[in-house]
């Protein structure tokens, strides 16, 4: 018993499990997917900046045109449920003289944002704008209406690389691939394309280019190795 004590006291026995989810013979694999896909809707920002003596003037006027600018847009095509007023702003326009700051004024500036769903129209409602009294505008910034497609073909793009990336790699040990244990995404990227559109649009119809938008995912995959 001695023995046997001192023979078991003399060796170490290590186990080695999974717990029961991932197997201990797996390889693992990162993976990216890139597509293209042409924009379907613009956002711009359409402002109107008005100085006044009080700032109840000033807010009074640039509400005034920013409703112009709003009903302008309306007719040139956007929809009155993708209208919307935002940034509104006053502040008082100070003067400083011997150390004596002295209030000259106030500006308002109210902001009218617009989804475009028809971006060949785009170029049209800037100028509606304009010459509705925008002196600030902003965008267009080109996206997807709806991006659940492009999302799904990118992270598909993903899980192949993966694939091939984990194929070589088990090839490399003498290996090859067995069941897909795990996959989880690592982010997907739709960007937004932003271009600039100068106010000082002397009534032209503005030139736009939409371009494509470049959608990426990337993905890490755990295969199993037989």
Do not use: H
Not at 53 to 75: H, M, R, Y
Request: net charge neutral.
């Amino acid at each position: 018993m001695v023995a046997a004590a001192a023979l078991l006291m003399g060796c170490t026995t290590k186990v080695i499990t999974s717990g029961g989810t991932v197997p201990l013979n797996t390889v693992t694999a990162a993976g990216a997917g890139k597509t293209v896909a042409a924009p379907d809707m613009a956002e711009m920002y359409f402002g109107v900046s008005v100085r006044a003596d009080d700032a109840a003037t000033a807010l009074s006027q640039a509400s005034a045109n920013a409703e112009k600018i709003a009903s302008a847009v309306k007719g040139a095509g956007v929809s009155a449920q993708d209208i919307q007023t935002v940034n509104v702003s006053v502040y008082p326009l100070q003067t400083s003289l011997g150390g004596n700051i002295t209030i000259t004024g106030y500006q308002a500036s109210v902001q009218v944002r617009a989804k475009i769903r028809d971006i060949k129209t785009v170029g049209t409602v800037i100028t509606a704008a304009n010459k509705a009294g925008a002196n600030e505008i902003g965008g267009p910034s080109f996206t997807l209406a709806d991006d659940s497609n492009v999302r799904n073909e990118a992270l598909t793009l993903a899980i192949a690389d993966a694939r091939k990336r984990a194929d070589a790699m088990a090839k490399a040990v003498g290996k090859s691939l067995g069941e897909t244990i795990s996959v989880s995404e690592s982010g997907v990227s739709v960007p937004i394309y932003t271009k600039s559109a100068s106010a000082d649009l002397a009534g032209a119809t503005v030139p736009i280019e939409p371009g494509q938008l470049n959608v990426t995912a990337s993905v890490t995959v755990v295969f199993e190795l037989k």
